[in-house]
């Protein structure tokens, strides 16, 4: 069973938005730190945004004022809505969760459980 389901990616001109959504399982604790990375072929795994089992959010800098991360309790679902987007965003989009509630910043290690992966593609 996948504990962790990305949907949502796709292809969008500039400017446009995308909602990511990440299914997750019940394995995966409802109230641990959650968080969206992404990455490009050949270049390391990078951290977009993380929520704490209190609510709390972390950002990257790049994506301030752009992306806003959530978490549905009942629906068992984590979404980035991304608006504004640039080409620069271009990359494959994973979610993760560690069992924790605290959030380590962006660290791509803390995190025990990922996603495969959602493609998302901005044209400039």
């Known amino acids: 069973q996948e504990q962790l389901a990305e949907s949502g990616g796709g292809s969008v001109q500039a400017g446009g938005s995308l909602r990511l959504s990440c299914a997750f399982s019940?394995?995966?604790?409802?109230?641990?730190?959650m968080g969206w990375f992404r990455q490009i072929p050949g270049k390391e795994r990078e951290g977009v945004a993380t929520?704490?089992?209190?609510?709390?959010?972390t950002y990257r800098d790049s994506v301030k004022g752009r992306f806003i991360i959530s978490k549905d309790f009942a629906k068992n679902t984590l979404s980035l809505q991304m608006n504004s987007l640039k080409f620069e965003d271009t990359a494959i989009y994973y979610c993760?969760?560690?069992?924790?509630?605290?959030?380590?910043?962006?660290?791509?290690?803390?995190?025990?459980?990922w996603g495969r992966g959602t493609q998302v593609t901005v044209s400039s």
């Open positions: 993760a969760a560690r069992r924790s509630t605290m959030c380590i910043g962006l660290d791509t290690t803390a995190f025990d459980s």
């Open positions: 929520i704490g089992g209190y609510g709390g959010t």
């Open positions: 019940d394995n995966i604790r409802r109230n641990g730190c």
